[in-house]
């Protein structure tokens, strides 16, 4: 607005063509309310594609990218069937960029931290990957209770407990009592009142992958990240001249 005011028009043809269009949004009173509702939830894609282009976006921007695009068909439906050449052609101006916004929402969570390396933005459901380490990062106590009923079978011992600590980390702890059917594979880690606590090369990988699941977790949350960074970048374009016709408007 402040370019156009600061730059005059000389172009009678092209004078003629926005006072039309501006003419048709001061006729229809409805038109513009909606039009006015709809940009109002838009954000700046010029400021946000800037930091995308140059590796500079959180995921916040990404996400207010996607909720910008998720707006763009209500604004097009409004300019749809006008009679004025100038809103016609900035309705075929806006380019939707589908494949920009569909990732964007699969993707990322609605409310997304402005720092990417804390992760937390990736939605779940979004890859199976990650929501399998996150549930290890929680603790995986479902694999915990399934393991332990595996072993209570195989065993025989009926009362066999896996617990963890930050000394000896997993373990499965069996009485005394039951100390005669001890598996061949079960690795003697502590003694305590009453009982034995032994670890297995399986509860020991699964170990090892909690305690590296948190870690794995961030790095692949920013993995993808860039993932859908990058593809904002490849869209820049595309992004800029729906941004200009977003700004006529």
């Not at 409805?30 to 590796?55: K, V, W």
């Not at 993995?223 to 904002?232: G, N, P, S, T």
């Amino acid at each position: 607005l402040a370019d156009w005011l600061a730059a005059p028009l000389l172009d009678v043809s092209a004078i003629n063509a926005r006072l039309d269009a501006v003419a048709e949004l001061v006729a229809d009173p409805s038109l513009t309310t909606h039009l006015r509702d709809a940009l109002a939830q838009i954000y700046d894609i010029q400021r946000l594609l800037a930091r995308a282009t140059t590796g500079r976006a959180s995921p916040r921007d990404l996400s207010f990218i996607g909720r910008t695009l998720a707006v763009l068909p209500k604004v097009k439906a409004k300019l749809a069937a006008r009679t004025s050449a100038l809103l016609e052609q900035l309705d075929e101006r806006l380019d939707l960029c589908a494949d920009v916004r569909g990732p964007l929402e699969l993707a990322l969570v609605e409310e997304c931290p402005l720092v990417a390396r804390d992760g937390g933005f990736i939605r779940s459901g979004y890859r199976a990957d990650l929501d399998g380490l996150r549930a290890l990062t929680a603790g995986g106590k479902l694999w915990i209770a399934e393991y332990q009923a595996a072993e209570c079978q195989r065993t025989g011992i009926p009362n066999i407990k896996v617990g963890f600590n930050s000394v000896f980390g997993y373990y499965l702890e069996v009485t005394h009592a039951q100390r005669d059917k001890i598996p061949a594979d079960y690795i003697r880690k502590q003694t305590v009142k009453n009982a034995e606590r032994y670890i297995t090369p399986e509860l020991k990988e699964h170990e090892e992958k909690v305690l590296t699941a948190e870690e794995r977790t961030k790095e692949l949350e920013l993995e993808i990240f860039a993932q859908l960074r990058d593809l904002v970048a490849a869209a820049a374009a595309r992004l800029q001249a729906t941004a200009n016709a977003l700004a006529e408007i």
